[in-house]
């Protein structure tokens, strides 16, 4: 298995909670009553999903960059690696606001596997020569981040962002 990134809403009490006990972040984002609005799985394509999103591979300090962004970090997993980036109420809502202002099929056209692969995003290399079959793998993610976001700033909650 490769790298994954989670998001998971987290209003301020749950905020302050994980920041208190950084042990119960897994329990916290992997329980089994969390709803679909709350989670977003973004599988191993998440580097190519940021890419989509900014344009770049790297942290540009787009609003969109929360995947890859530096972010106030909890802590590292259990295995002492990725961390818990602790995305913000206000940095949720201008994140969501911006996704609203650019659509699916903007995002589609930047959907580049060559380029993506000549800039390392993350399994890019295996995208080349794929065609409709990688773009559909790799925009899955986005209808869930849309929903995600837009709940999130409904509710005045930030997020976590659990890289594994």
């Known amino acids: 298995m490769g790298m994954v990134i989670y998001l998971r809403r987290a209003g301020d009490a749950d905020l ?4 208190a006990d950084p042990s119960v972040f897994e329990d916290f984002v992997f329980e089994e009553a969390v709803e679909n609005l709350d989670l977003v799985d973004f599988d191993q394509a998440w580097h190519a999903v940021h890419w989509l999103l900014t344009g ?9 960059g929360i995947l890859i962004g530096a972010l106030p970090e909890l802590g590292a997993d259990e295995n002492g690696e990725g961390g818990i980036g602790l995305i913000s109420p206000p940095m949720m809502k ?10 699916d099929r903007t995002l589609a056209a930047r959907f580049d596997p060559v380029a993506m692969s000549k800039a390392d995003v993350y399994i890019a290399d295996s995208f080349v020569g794929e065609g409709k079959a990688a773009l559909d793998y790799v925009m899955q993610g986005v209808p869930a981040l849309r929903r995600f976001a837009a709940n999130c700033r409904a509710t005045g909650d930030g997020a976590i962002r659990v890289i594994a």
Request: aromatic fraction near 4%.
């Open 16 to 19: 302050d909670r994980l920041i």
């Open 56 to 64: 770049s591979a790297d942290d540009i300090g787009h609003p969109l």
């Open 94 to 103: 201008i994140f969501a606001d911006t996704l609203d202002r650019i659509d």
